[in-house]
């Protein structure tokens, strides 16, 4: 049974938060916290953290009558610091992912998108699918950004790690 683009967008965003479980699970928590010099300011647990906020919104954010919003998150939480914090946070955002039906996934959203630092900003028509694909692809970079610290302390992780479909897509038409 071939799957619909909306439905693909579910499958992909689960498939993201695997990998991102993974590799935390993979990691000791010294590096989980461990502050970068490669990347200033950043550790791991800020990047899983900013990209699961991406997630959070857009499913919180899609049944309510006010726009979702990316900008405005939490720091300084659990997740930054506990791997398990994390880890928690990704299952639950893979099961109700994963309860989300088409037309759920197909529905009409608004989004708010600061679009300058003094705090200008615009609503936009858009749909949940449309938003998990974002939040999907934007964690990707995230993952780039973790797979970087976890070098920088001496950890190697897996080729695909961090990689966009259309770099794997394009790698593998290469071979």
Do not use: W
């Not at 010294?30 to 490669?38: E, F, P, Q, S």
């Not at 934007?138 to 695909?160: P, Q, R, S």
């Amino acid at each position: 049974m071939e799957q619909s683009s909306v439905g693909l967008v579910g499958i992909a965003a689960v498939a993201l938060l695997d990998q991102c479980a993974a590799f935390i699970q993979s990691i000791p928590e010294r590096v989980y916290t461990a502050d970068a010099t490669t990347i200033r300011g950043g550790t791991i647990g800020k990047h899983v953290r900013h990209s699961l906020d991406h997630f959070a919104a857009a499913l919180h954010g899609h049944s309510g009558t006010e726009p979702i919003d990316y900008d405005h998150r939490a720091r300084n939480v659990p997740m930054e610091t506990e791997r398990e914090s994390a880890l928690a946070a990704i299952r639950s955002m893979q099961s109700m992912i994963a309860s989300l039906g088409e037309a759920e996934l197909g529905s009409p959203v608004r989004i708010r998108v600061m679009l300058s630092s003094d705090g200008g900003d615009a609503v936009l028509a858009s749909t949940l699918a449309r938003e998990l694909a974002f939040a999907t692809h934007h964690a990707i970079h995230h993952n780039t950004m973790m797979k970087t610290i976890a070098a920088e302390f001496g950890l190697e992780v897996g080729d695909e790690f961090g990689k966009a479909p259309s770099t794997l897509n394009y790698e593998s038409s290469r071979r």
